[in-house]
């Protein structure tokens, strides 16, 4: 068993299962908020795609890393693993806290049409966490 290569995929995977999570609950923010706008026959913002896809980007940041893992000659397989597990936890807990975090800009979007600014802001701040993991463990 090779446990730098599980380390890899563990960076990818969880990424992309945070970002699964994250585009799942942004989605079912935006479905919900675009029902309540056509039910008081105001216009469905296509605005809330954006916010949906927001977690997407984590999985970018997981294969990075996993890439950078990859390339690493002479590291133990026990901190590659570590480093990939631990990584793309982080990682992919940012991606599906920024999707709750979209839902609820979805749903406030849609209820005012104003603060778009404010709410990517928000959703930025959460997805920074992802860009640090991934940069401490990219440089240690």
Same mark, same amino acid.
């Given at each position: 068993?090779?446990?730098? @290569? ?40 296509? @605005? ?12 970018? !940041?997981?294969?990075?890393? @996993? ?10 397989? =026990?901190?590659?693993?570590? =480093? ?12 599906? =806290? ?20 404010? !709410? ?21």
């Amino acid at each position: 068993m090779d446990l730098g @290569m599980i380390g890899q995929a563990a960076a990818l995977g969880l990424a992309a299962a945070g970002s699964a999570l994250g585009t799942g609950a942004a989605a079912q923010g935006a479905a919900g908020a675009w029902k309540k706008a056509l039910m008081n026959g105001k216009v469905a913002s296509m @605005m809330l795609v954006a916010f949906v896809g927001f977690p997407l980007s984590q999985t970018i !940041y997981g294969f990075l890393l @996993m890439q950078n893992l990859a390339g690493r000659s002479g590291a133990s397989d =026990m901190k590659i693993f570590g =480093m990939g597990l631990l990584g793309g936890f982080a990682i992919g807990m940012s991606a599906w =806290m920024q999707g709750k975090a979209a839902a609820g800009a979805c749903d406030a979007q849609s209820e005012t049409g104003k603060g778009t600014a404010n !709410y990517i802001l928000a959703l930025g701040i959460v997805e920074s966490v992802a860009i640090l993991v991934l940069v401490f463990l990219m440089i240690s």
